[in-house]
T-cell receptor, first 113, second 116 residues
Framework: DAGITQSPRHKVTETGTPVTLRCHQTENHRYMYWYRQDPGHGLRLIHYSYGVKDTDKGEVSDGYSVSRSKTEDFLLTLESATSSQTSVYFC????????????FGEGSRLTVL | AQKITQTQPGMFVQEKEAVTLDCTYDTSDPSYGLFWYKQPSSGEMIFLIYQGSYDQQNATEGRYSLNFQKARKSANLVISASQLGDSAMYFCAMREESRTGNQFYFGTGTSLTVIP
């Protein structure tokens, strides 16, 4: 299994508070992604990174920021959480060689009250 | 336009029967990849099968096969001899290349229930 860990795995917070989710990989993969999963929407890309300090927005990036200061860590920050950001968040990694498939972390369930 | 369309929100199949989960995609890139992932009730995302846009033959992985019809832009997943453990959500995904690397797009998923 790909070495990807997400923390925290579960979090309950209140509207307006900042939240940071961490994704850590031990695979030295170049590409890292943050998705959110909501019923009826599948997985939607929030932000992704194509190298250290190199990030770009996905289709649902509003209200989220990311940082990647090291190859192994990709942080997702909600500056001021809203109830619409209640979701399950998945981190994923990939490389461009072979099939280039995505390897997923276990997911982080965030509830914003 | 949706990049990936899965039109079956839910499917039922009898144990030991085969089932086809539909997926259509939309891209103008000549080079792309198609994937299927399984998400059991425990929540993890499990990679099942991959098909490259230039692959001439349909991909197979054990009981999983991908029915790739390029002209129709469809990439249906066929599960043969269904088992109770196949009950899960199934997601179709497509990878496109961009100047900053790979972009992945997912469908909304199909919930498969295997009936004993």
């Amino acid at each position: 299994d790909a070495g990807i860990t997400q923390s925290p795995r579960h979090k309950v917070t209140e509207t307006g508070t900042p939240v940071t989710l961490r994704c850590h990989q031990t695979e030295n993969h170049r590409y890292m992604y943050w998705y959110r999963q909501d019923p009826g929407h599948g997985l939607r890309l929030i932000h992704y990174s194509y190298g250290v300090k190199d990030t770009d927005k996905g289709e649902v990036s509003d209200g989220y920021s990311v940082s990647r200061s090291k190859t192994e860590d990709f942080l997702l920050t909600l500056e001021s959480a809203t109830s619409s950001q209640t979701s399950v968040y998945f981190c994923a990694i990939s490389e461009q060689e072979n099939t280039g498939e995505l390897f997923f972390g276990e997911g982080s369930r965030l509830t914003v009250l | 336009a949706q990049k990936i369309t899965q039109t079956q929100p839910g499917m039922f199949v009898q144990e030991k029967e085969a089932v086809t989960l539909d997926c259509t995609y939309d891209t103008s890139d000549p080079s792309y990849g198609l994937f299927w992932y399984k998400q059991p009730s425990s929540g993890e995302m499990i990679f099942l099968i991959y098909q490259g846009s230039y692959d001439q033959q349909n991909a197979t992985e054990g009981r999983y096969s991908l029915n790739f019809q390029k002209a129709r832009k469809s990439a249906n997943l066929v599960i043969s001899a269904s088992q109770l453990g196949d009950s899960a959500m199934y997601f179709c995904a497509m990878r496109e290349e961009s100047r900053t690397g790979n972009q992945f797009y997912f469908g909304t998923g199909t919930s498969l229930t295997v009936i004993p």
